[in-house]
T-cell receptor, first 109, second 117 residues
């Protein structure tokens, strides 16, 4: 079967760094996406990785290791507005997105 | 670019009525649109994939006669919840894939919150 695992909830302090991990087992791989979703809103695109390595985009970075079926999203200089759910999704062999359950990130002052 | 709109954003209806939700790609052509449902504190659940000009492909457990999907043009897909019941109350989100895009990113609409009384 296809499976995406990520922690249910994480807590971090404003100004700090947090790493959200995602492991996956899918039939085929055509890239991994990270989305941010605030409560009551639709997901917004954060990053896309299809090759191994680190992709940096401002305060957010995403890493991929295809051999390990592993990715992480790194958020630096945390701000209160970063409190949201972070969804990991893998595009499988049919280009369907397989979604993780999401990680709720709580930022404390 | 790559904007997807959804209408209505919020709807409240009586049990037994039908509700139509529209999903439009505003500045690109979407050969494929996806319909998701999300219950509180849960992740997105794909309901169906619709390709322009052909019948939608429904995920296991999703009733095709209850959730009617039409993708008549490259910019519009509609989801009709027929004979809605309180258990259909949920957040419905559409997304669209731009055939001209280099990778298979899905662009999401803002969602429609359906409440069935």
């Amino acid at each position: 079967g296809q499976n995406i695992d990520q922690p249910t909830e994480m807590t971090a302090t404003e100004g700090a760094i947090v790493q959200i991990n995602c492991t996956y087992q899918t039939s085929g791989f055509n890239g991994l996406f990270w989305y941010q979703q605030h409560a009551g809103e639709a997901p917004t695109f954060l990053s896309y990785n299809v090759l191994d390595g680190l992709e940096e985009k401002g305060r957010f970075s995403s890493f991929l290791s295809r051999s390990k079926g592993y990715s992480y999203l790194l958020l630096k200089e945390l701000q209160m507005k970063d409190s949201a759910s972070y969804l990991c999704a893998v595009s499988d062999s049919n280009y369907q997105l397989i979604w993780g359950a999401g990680t709720k990130l709580i930022i404390k002052p | 670019g790559a904007v997807v709109s959804q209408h209505p954003s919020r709807v409240i209806c009586k049990s037994g009525t039908s509700v139509k939700i529209e999903c439009r790609s505003l500045d690109f052509q979407a050969t494929t649109m996806f319909w998701y449902r999300q219950f509180p504190k849960q992740s997105l659940m794909l309901m169906a994939t619709s390709n322009e000009g052909s019948k939608a492909t429904y995920e296991q457990g999703v009733e095709k006669d209850k959730f009617l999907i039409n993708h008549a043009s490259l910019t519009l897909s509609t989801l009709t919840v027929t004979s809605a019941h309180p258990e259909d109350s949920s957040f419905y989100i559409c997304s669209a894939r731009d055939r001209g895009f280099s990778y298979n990113e899905q662009f999401f609409g803002p969602g429609t919150r359906l409440t069935v009384l």
